[in-house]
């Protein structure tokens, strides 16, 4: 069966200071990986998603970047983190090339920018 | 892009009885919704979903129809418990890359 990581399960940054998120899925091959944000007591903001190794697409402009070095693991970073970058990250996967588009989540790591 | 719209933001029922919430998307080109149950602190659940080739789904207590024309979805969730408590999510796919847009949430909570 299919499992999805990521780490840190939490994390506390300084304003400015770097951000590398990571998440890896075992169990499938070439899925579609995505990254989204909660903000505290809001829906779910797609960041980007990719449908292969450095395939890259941003959803929205943003302090963000994401990077996809081998099939299965996909990484969000930051160079200078905001305040506004406070969230809860989530990562997910679904199969790709097939008709279901059925998404699974990552337990999702929390991010406080103070 | 697409636009999810979902009401109510909140809602509050008693044990047994039932719970309804409504969605409306933008883009008729969207052909996926799913339904996620999120409880506090965790990570969205996958609860139901359905396609745009049918009009209703069922699972236990819980269904989804969906409304082409009117481009409107809603969940139902029968016989509620307590355990039912959570935010649910809303969302619609509207690109082949399996892109979701998601509703602002409804948080439900069923009081024994």
């Known amino acids: 069966s299919q499992t999805i990581h990521q780490w840190p399960a939490t994390l506390v940054q300084p304003v400015g200071s770097p951000l590398s998120l990571e998440c890896t899925v075992e169990?499938?091959?070439?899925?579609?990986l995505y990254w989204y944000r909660q903000a505290a007591g809001r829906g779910l903001q797609l960041l980007f998603y990719?449908?292969?190794?450095?395939?890259i697409s941003s959803e929205v402009p943003q302090n963000l970047s994401a990077s996809r070095p081998q099939d299965r693991q996909f990484i969000l970073s930051s160079k200078k983190l905001l305040l506004s970058d406070s969230g809860f990250y989530l990562c997910?996967?679904?199969?790709?090339?097939?008709?279901?588009?059925?998404?699974?989540f990552g337990p999702g790591t929390r991010l406080t920018v103070t | 892009g697409e636009n999810v719209e979902q009401h109510p933001s909140t809602l509050s029922v008693q044990e047994g009885d039932s719970a309804v919430i409504k969605c409306t998307y933008s883009?008729?080109?969207?052909?996926?919704f799913p339904w996620y149950k999120q409880e506090l602190g965790k990570r969205p659940q996958l609860i139901i979903d359905?396609?745009?080739?049918?009009g209703e789904k069922k699972d236990q207590r819980i269904a989804v129809t969906l409304n082409k024309t009117a481009k409107h979805f809603s969940l139902h969730i029968t016989e509620t418990q307590p355990e039912d408590s959570a935010v649910y999510f809303c969302?619609?796919?509207?690109?082949?890359?399996?892109?979701?847009?998601f509703g602002q949430g409804t948080i439900l909570t069923v009081h024994p």
């Open positions: 359905i396609r745009s080739n049918v």
């Open positions: 969302a619609a796919c509207y690109s082949s890359y399996g892109k979701l847009t």
């Open positions: 883009d008729s080109a969207s052909n996926y």
């Open positions: 990719s449908v292969g190794i450095g395939q």
């Open positions: 169990g499938t091959s070439n899925p579609n």
């Open positions: 997910a996967w679904t199969i790709s090339g097939s008709a279901s588009y059925e998404q699974y």
